[in-house]
T-cell receptor
Framework: AQSVTQPDIHITVSEGASLELRCNYS??????LFWYVQSPGQGLQLLLKYFSGDTLVQGIKGFEAEFKRSQSSFNLRKPSVHWSDAAEYFCAVGRPDSNYQLIWGAGTKLIIKP | ETGVTQTPRHLVMGMTNKKSLKCEQHLGHNAMYWYKQSAKKPLELMFVYSLEERVENNSVPSRFSPECPNSSHLFLHLHTLQPEDSALYLC???????????????FGEGSRLTVL
């Protein structure tokens, strides 16, 4: 069955430290891959996406993600986090059997220590 | 206004009430979605409309009734809900393209629903 796993429910990092959020997927073909962010009390916002081509993709707010086919992973990274990055981050995969459905991870909540 | 706007932001209702959630998008998109977000669970897709036609209905109980009068507006009518329906209801829109799902969703801020 197709699935998306975000193994970390919570991650705490110090402001200014680097960040990596993990995402693994189970999928039969080359997927479309996404990271969304949800700040407290807000809806979700698209951070970045991978459709094809260069496996290192740049997104908004200084985030990047790397698609590794051999590991079925699409980890999100940022070299130096800011307090405003405290939010919940969701990884998602585009499903081939639906034009509209995404498979969502359960999310990782990022906590920033001052 | 730009983006996706949802009203009300907060709603408290009893189990016998009838209420509606409203969503409006100003992005020129042709597809609109209702999602349910509950704590510690992945986002649940409820309904999708494309060009005002319902294209996805994920086994949602009939006490939730969507309506899409035009490509800019989407409603979720609520009737005789249960306490377990308390959640954040998110509206989203996306640009349509032929072929595969691009997955580029633009979300509203959500309507926080509490059912007493």
């Amino acid at each position: 069955a197709q699935s998306v796993t975000q193994p970390d429910i919570h991650i705490t990092v110090s402001e200014g430290a680097s960040l990596e959020l993990r995402c693994n997927y189970s999928y039969g073909a080359t997927p479309y891959l996404f990271w969304y962010v949800q700040s407290p009390g807000q809806g979700l916002q698209l951070l970045l996406k991978y459709f094809s081509g260069d496996t290192l993709v740049q997104g908004i707010k200084g985030f990047e993600a790397e698609f590794k086919r051999s590991q079925s992973s699409f980890n999100l990274r940022k070299p130096s986090v800011h307090w405003s990055d405290a939010a919940e981050y969701f990884c998602a995969v585009g499903r081939p059997d639906s034009n509209y459905q995404l498979i969502w991870g359960a999310g990782t909540k990022l906590i920033i220590k001052p | 206004e730009t983006g996706v706007t949802q009203t009300p932001r907060h709603l408290v209702m009893g189990m016998t009430n009838k209420k509606s959630l409203k969503c409006e998008q100003h992005l020129g998109h042709n597809a609109m979605y209702w999602y349910k977000q509950s704590a510690k669970k992945p986002l649940e897709l409820m309904f999708v409309y494309s060009l005002e036609e319902r294209v996805e209905n994920n086994s949602v109980p009939s006490r939730f009734s969507p309506e899409c009068p035009n490509s800019s507006h989407l409603f979720l009518h609520l009737h005789t809900l249960q306490p377990e329906d308390s959640a954040l209801y998110l509206c989203a829109s996306s640009p349509t393209s032929s072929g595969r799902n691009t997955g580029e969703l633009f979300f509203g801020e959500g309507s926080r629903l509490t059912v007493l």
